[in-house]
């Protein structure tokens, strides 16, 4: 059962479009890793449909159906409704947890905070949920830890308070944008392992951000790649890591061999040239100046749809390319 429907999401400030026609559906308790390289628009387009930026700077839906059956579309929402939302049915963390806490406020305060606000917790009830949640995500001694500040932490324990704090209004959708980059390589297979034992546990569905291969690989049911603002290849990752279809992905694998865990994570690889900024992308294809398997025609003069060659009638593995199948063979 679809989650979240994006249509044809964009962004701009005021100038050209940064994001423009993201399209992609999730299933309820998917896990699906947005990746692409710095500046393709990742955080950008997943702030646009979490309803966090100005309504005037957004166009498109991205419609959030909630487990009672209610829809919303996130990147349409009021501020009004938006306080409904965040934190009971959408829910995110970031790279860095330092910058999402209160850095004078015990984790005892905090997660008190968020249990009112959220489930409307108060006093004994909100202390032993806030315990029960941090034994949840692996914290030892949660009653010593909600009496520290978030300085007294490793990275590793703050990333997992704030997975606490996340996941304590039981969202359907965790929006997670780089959680493990800041970690070391351990503690990034213990936050991996824990987010997939809670999407096993409570079927929470989980956009990913990332531009760690290895980490897409290890945690991703499917994966969407982000390029100059634009879907390049939307694909289940068993399909994605076995045979990419977009030249732009095949780069990225190519020149990241033996993906198989985190333990061997890298960043994405560089590739040569950059991703064209906003008002640079040309008519056709905006990978064409990077790519090897570029041709004068159509790849300049025709810009790619993003069409679907899964085999499967309910299967979806999109590629925006006009050589895929010629590529393919
Ligand atoms: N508030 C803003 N006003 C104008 N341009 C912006 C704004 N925020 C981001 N951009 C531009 O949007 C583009 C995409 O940025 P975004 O941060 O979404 O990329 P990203 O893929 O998430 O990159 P990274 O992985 O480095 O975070 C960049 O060219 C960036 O300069």
């Not at 966090?52 to 929402?77: C, F, K, P, Q, Y």
């Not at 015990?106 to 959220?118: D, K, P």
């Not at 929470?204 to 991703?220: D, E, K, P, Q, R």
């Amino acid at each position: 059962m679809t989650l979240l429907a994006v249509r044809d999401l964009g962004v701009d400030f005021g100038g050209p479009p940064i994001v423009d026609g993201v399209s992609f559906s999730m299933k309820r308790g998917e896990i699906v890793a947005l990746v692409g390289e710095s500046g393709s628009g990742k955080s950008v387009a997943s702030l646009a449909l979490m309803g966090l930026l100005g309504r005037g700077n957004v166009t498109g839906s991205a419609i959030l159906r909630l487990n009672d059956g209610r829809e919303t579309d996130l990147a349409r929402i009021s501020s009004r409704e938006r306080r409904g939302v965040l934190g009971r049915h959408v829910s995110m963390i970031f790279q860095d947890p330092l910058s999402s806490l209160d850095p004078i406020q015990t984790i005892g305060a905090q997660m008190r905070e968020v249990l009112s606000l959220h489930c409307g917790l108060r006093g004994g009830k909100a202390q032993a949920r806030a315990i029960e949640l941090l034994h949840e995500v692996g914290i030892v001694d949660p009653q010593a830890c909600l009496k520290l500040i978030p300085q007294r932490l490793s990275g590793g324990m703050r990333q997992r308070v704030l997975i606490a704090m996340a996941i304590a209004g039981e969202p359907e959708l965790l929006l997670a944008d780089e959680p493990t980059t800041a970690l070391d390589v351990t503690v990034q297979a213990q936050v991996l392992r824990l987010l997939l034992s809670l999407r096993a546990r409570s079927g929470m569905g989980m956009i990913f951000i990332t531009h760690n291969l290895a980490v897409a690989s290890s945690i991703a049911d499917r994966v969407i790649v982000l390029y100059a603002g634009q879907v390049v290849e939307d694909a289940p990752a068993d399909a994605f890591f076995a045979a990419p279809a977009m030249p732009y992905s095949k780069a990225l694998l190519g020149a990241a061999p033996g993906i198989d865990s985190v333990f061997g994570a890298r960043r994405l690889p560089i590739l040569r040239g950059q991703v064209p900024a906003p008002g640079e992308r040309g008519v056709g294809c905006r990978f064409a100046p990077r790519c090897d398997a570029m041709r004068p025609t159509p790849c300049q003069t025709q810009m790619p749809d993003l069409l679907n060659i899964a085999d499967g009638e309910n299967e979806v593995h999109a590629v925006r390319c006009g050589r895929w199948e010629e590529l393919a063979r």
